[in-house]
């Protein structure tokens, strides 16, 4: 092949230059060719007894070496024809293919092998080569004998065979690929262009598709061309690329499809793409690691392609009329070049004679047809482009009139903006303030005292809901007159005034009140999100503004002091809506949600504090412990919910018999404790045996059932009289609630003293 190589550069000169001079002279070998199954014997000598023998009655006449008739599944088969005289220098027998491997035998010898045969006369898929078998001095008349294997759906040879000399054949070669060279270049170099697009232009994914699809055919082209073994002679290796080209050809189609039809959601060409790529990686990839013949890949991907093409053809028909005029012409084009492949794939398989299907003219169409489309592209966005710069010109002149208007504005706006500089200062150490506020009551507290200076010039009165309906007063500014013309309050109940539109552009007029009044006063809603009331209106903030805006104001636009303060009462809101939750949070962390007493966590840190305060004033202590007996038997008897009642009841209860000074919380599960601060024993035992009567008296009552009553059993512990630290009261009044439990429930233990 190495001397071939400079033969190639001076045939493409020629097949350039002097396309004339590259008709090749041939000999067909077309006449007398016969054929018969099953694999010959050999003698000692390696001769294949078949090439001795004389009686030709095994022997069967065909038009052409290729798919005998009655096959039955066998992979062996032999092929003979007596070779014609003719006069040639350096004489080869040319065969376009073989299917699939092949041994070429003369007078009794070998002179030609592709493949590599094992003892039983088979072997593996090698590649389609063409094949140059030199002949011998005095081949004339002699007969040539080919034994082929093939487990493919074809087995002979294919194409065409004829002889002619080794000079002639690069040439004959070259005149029947560089068609095909030629459109794979121009093809390639627009999937090169086409990709430098997608890059340029990342949302019009078509580039991408298209670029696979002339990327694909290229190589296809390529591999597929008689030429691409003058490059380098590895057949199998140009099979692959050919197969995995050909193979994503569909893959493209359907993507570029999707993407003009996606209006529509075009599953089914969603799912082919899909589908071919998956065979593409699997046909590929089982070849390459020996699982299957490439050659086996080819018919399977034949049957689904045609079954994809057929699919893709009943959508685009039903859609054809909705594309675009280019998007037309290159499915029109890709129907050609498809139209084409078929033709080529009818020919491989036999369902056509044998003949050259010119794919690579499809190809070329489509190769034209996205020139042609970009050429027409690019004078339409050469004509835009000037339209473009007259429109440019014409908008400049507009646009240096306009800023000669707005330099004029801006020496008013200068003097609005240190107006606004300063209510912004305001509004900023307002809301730096607001934020160390802990309940709502303080921040609206401070909105009073800094509400006058973020509105003036204007008067007006703020309000705070003090009920869910009333609103009362908490500030209000301005001449006295001005403060009259105000309501007292504001009752929700017969309607809030409505917040006011804000002007949003220069020159917009002066928002009205409610009643349609200029005069009438401005209307700001303080909003506060709550998280268990949602959006509250907690504030409402009126103010008066005819006849107290100045020059500055009027010079740039009263607009610009309105929407400050909407924005104003915007961020106020916010601010607010952060204390109320954390309002609601500590609420929340503190207290027990099915029986609205406070919780363990909030008796841990009370009951160190409580006990601090004890031990350091020498103050009487006490604590109960209190556990409903036998919950778990009344939650099994009577179901969770009944228990929940139950706990709500005996909370209620705990509620009622204790002082406010009492702590009464939720320990956990069906537990509860109470601190009582500057109780003794008596009195905390009194409490405590009141408090298991009350619950002994009460019955539990779930959906309209009386469940009975319930007691509880009481621990009591109290400081000083146990003698130990008072931190050590929550255990003293536990060991004495499991006295109470052991000696029958229903009643009161008392810790003993340490003295006792």
């Not at 037309?328 to 080529?344: E, H, K, R, S």
């Not at 509880?712 to 009289?721: D, I, K, L, N, Q």
């Not at 060991?735 to 003295?755: F, T």
Request: glycine residues 8%.
């Amino acid at each position: 092949m190495h001397v071939l190589r400079p033969i190639l550069i001076v045939a493409l000169l020629l097949a350039f230059f002097l396309p004339g001079a590259t008709h090749a002279a041939s000999q067909p070998v077309t006449d007398g060719w016969e054929y018969r199954w099953g694999d010959s014997t050999f003698n000692d000598d390696g001769v294949p007894h078949w090439t001795l023998e004389t009686d030709t009655g095994q022997w069967q006449g065909i038009g052409f070496p290729s798919n005998p008739p009655a096959r039955n599944g066998r992979e062996n088969v032999w092929y003979r024809v007596t070779l014609p005289a003719g006069e040639w220098q350096e004489p080869v027998l040319y065969i376009f293919s073989v299917d699939i491997i092949v041994q070429a035998f003369l007078g009794g010898e070998l002179i030609y092998q592709y493949g590599t045969f094992d003892s039983r006369g088979q072997g593996s898929f090698e590649g389609w080569p063409w094949h140059a078998i030199p002949l011998p001095d005095g081949y004339q008349n002699e007969p040539i004998y080919f034994r082929v294997f093939s487990d493919y759906t074809d087995i002979g040879l294919w194409g065409e065979v004829s002889i002619m000399d080794r000079a002639d054949l690069v040439l004959f070669i070259l005149e029947n690929s560089l068609k095909s060279l030629i459109v794979a270049g121009f093809s390639a170099l627009i999937a090169l262009l086409a990709l430098v697009f997608s890059v340029l232009q990342t949302e019009r994914k078509t580039f991408v598709s298209i670029a696979v699809f002339a990327l694909s055919a290229a190589v296809m082209l390529v591999a597929e061309s008689q030429a691409s073994l003058l490059i380098t002679y590895r057949p199998l290796l140009w099979d692959y690329l050919a197969a995995g080209s050909y193979y994503m050809l569909p893959v493209a189609l359907a993507l570029m499809l999707e993407q003009w039809l996606a209006d529509h959601r075009p599953w089914l060409i969603n799912l082919i793409w899909k589908l071919h790529l998956g065979y593409v990686v699997g046909a590929i990839g089982l070849a390459l690691a020996g699982v299957v013949d490439l050659s086996s890949t080819f018919p399977v991907f034949d049957a689904l392609f045609l079954v994809s093409i057929a699919a893709i053809g009943a959508t685009v028909v039903r859609r054809f009329r909705h594309m675009l005029r280019e998007q037309q012409v290159l499915v029109l084009t890709y129907g050609v070049f498809c139209g084409l492949l078929i033709a080529d794939m009818a020919v491989a398989h036999g369902v056509l004679p044998w003949q050259r299907v010119p794919v690579s003219w499809g190809l070329l169409a489509f190769s034209l047809a996205v020139v042609v489309i970009s050429l027409w592209h690019y004078a339409r966005t050469h004509n835009a482009l000037k339209r473009l710069a007259i429109s440019l010109e014409q908008k400049v002149a507009e646009r240096t009139a306009r800023a000669e208007s707005l330099a004029r504005r801006e020496q008013a706006r200068v003097r609005m903006l240190t107006f606004e500089n300063e209510k912004n200062r305001i509004l900023g150490d307002m809301i730096a303030e607001l934020q160390d506020c802990i309940t709502l009551g303080q921040a609206f507290s401070l909105l009073g005292r800094v509400a006058p200076d973020l509105c003036s010039p204007l008067a007006g009165v703020l309000y705070r809901r003090s009920t869910a309906r009333l609103y009362d007063p908490v500030a209000s500014w301005g001449d006295s007159s001005e403060q009259s013309s105000m309501p007292r309050s504001l009752d929700a109940s017969k309607g809030l005034p409505r917040p006011s539109n804000m002007p949003v552009r220069s020159g917009q007029a002066i928002p009205a009140s409610s009643n349609g009044s200029s005069a009438g006063p401005l209307c700001f809603w303080i909003n506060v999100e709550s998280a268990s009331e949602g959006v509250v209106t907690e504030g409402v903030l009126l103010l008066q503004y005819h006849g107290r805006c100045g020059t500055e104001e009027a010079d740039y636009g009263l607009e610009r002091l309105f929407s400050g303060l909407d924005q104003a009462i915007q961020r106020i809101g916010i601010t607010l809506s952060s204390i109320a939750l954390r309002e609601e949070l500590q609420k929340f962390s503190y207290e027990d949600a099915l029986t609205g007493l406070k919780n363990r966590r909030y008796f841990d840190q009370l009951f160190e504090h409580e006990c601090a305060v004890a031990q350091r004033g020498h103050l009487p202590l006490s604590l109960l412990v209190i556990d409903i007996d036998h919950f778990k038997h009344f939650n099994d008897t009577h179901g969770h919910e009944a228990g929940d009642r139950a706990l709500q009841s005996v909370a209620l209860t705990l509620q009622r018999q204790f002082r406010e000074s009492d702590i009464v919380c939720r320990y956990g599960g069906e537990e509860f404790v109470v601190i009582m601060p500057g109780a003794l024993t008596e009195d905390a035992t009194e409490r405590a045996q009141s408090l298991c009567d009350s619950v002994g008296d009460a019955s539990v009552v779930f959906q309209g059932k009386d469940l009975g009553p319930i007691t509880v059993s009481v621990g009591v512990a109290c400081w000083p009289e146990t003698g130990e630290a008072p931190e050590q009261l929550l255990s003293l009044a536990d060991q004495a609630l499991y006295r109470a439990k052991e000696e029958g429930r229903n009643r009161v233990s008392i810790s003993k003293s340490k003295a006792a």
